[in-house]
């Protein structure tokens, strides 16, 4: 089968297009027929030895899938021809990858591949750290940083789909803003002096933070400003930069909390996690109040460019390989 190979740790240049042997299944493994798989930051760190799971050289990457069953264990609920959505978490870039059970799930028919290939990840993460995490009640308002990337436009969907009154994006620009809006946010506001205007409106209950820090700002400060009574901020990641500080007397004094939300270690420790919270949002995504927001596809023979779009801050939207 082809596939496509991290032969050395130069970056995203010099990944290979090679053929390989197709893989075999396990007995609690799926094997599936690629029809598209999700690009991430893992496969672009793991392009420069700097991922936390780095396999020995050379290997496939590609860590989310969508596809059809080719075969399945008799008792998995799967057959072949199935419409499957995958975390094979290695391998993914190829024709062809096998799925552990727990992490393979039914596709509904409304929804694409290149959808199915973006969508657990980013809404796993959303869903954990909103519902799980962060405890969301029906009513409350929620502020979303970084909210035209992946899992901002996740997190502005999950919400609204799971009962929050008011969802507010914030952006660096109007056009990213409007991208937001069209994801579901009710409206957006400039990273450029959002806490002023988010107090103003009479706060929120809780903050989506995958952003951290611009170097030299404080945006993690000003977010736990905008946090009324018993708000939560929910700390996902820090693709701004830089990693912020809490000053521990703004949680006490103004009685809020911050959340740490790292839903991949604490999945893979609970299996069927998983697969559970894929089953609490499936009738979501099937009506599309869960829809990923898709930006470019790329074949597999242009993984580097699609990786390459990533590093280089270009992309809107998820980005995809299409086979």
Known sequence: MRAIQITSTDGPEAV?????PAPSRGDDQVL???KAAGVAFPELLQSRGKYQIQPPLPFVPGAEV???????PADSGFAAGDRVAALPMLGGFAEYVVADTLLT?????????????????NYGTAYFGLVQRGAMQPGERVLVHGASGGVGTASIQVAKAFGAGRVIAVT??????????????????????????????????IV?????????????????????????ILVIGFTAGEIPKIAANRLLLNNVSA?????????????????????????????????????????????????????????????????
Not at 304 to 310: C, I, Q
């Open 16 to 20: 290979e297009l090679v053929d390989v």
């Open 32 to 34: 599936i027929e690629v």
């Open 66 to 72: 969508a596809g059809v069953v080719v075969e399945a």
């Open 105 to 121: 799930f039914p596709l509904p028919d409304s929804v694409s591949f290149a959808e199915g290939a973006s969508f657990m990840f």
């Open 172 to 205: 660096s620009t109007k056009e990213k803003g409007e991208i937001a809006v069209a994801a579901g946010a009710d409206e957006y506001v400039l990273s450029e002096g959002f806490k002023d205007e988010v107090k103003a409106a009479g706060g929120v209950d």
């Open 208 to 232: 989506v933070d995958p952003v951290g820090n611009p170097p030299g700002g404080d945006r993690f400060t000003d977010s736990l400003r905008c946090l009324v009574d018993d708000g939560r």
């Open 259 to 323: 959340v740490g939300v790292g839903w991949g270690a604490y999945a893979m420790k609970r299996p069927g996690l998983i697969k559970r919270q894929w089953e609490a949002m499936e009738e979501h995504l099937a009506s599309g109040a869960l829809k990923p927001v898709l930006g470019e596809s790329f074949g597999l023979e242009r993984a580097s460019d699609a990786l390459l779009t990533l590093d280089r801050a270009q992309a809107t939207g998820k980005l995809v390989l299409e086979l």
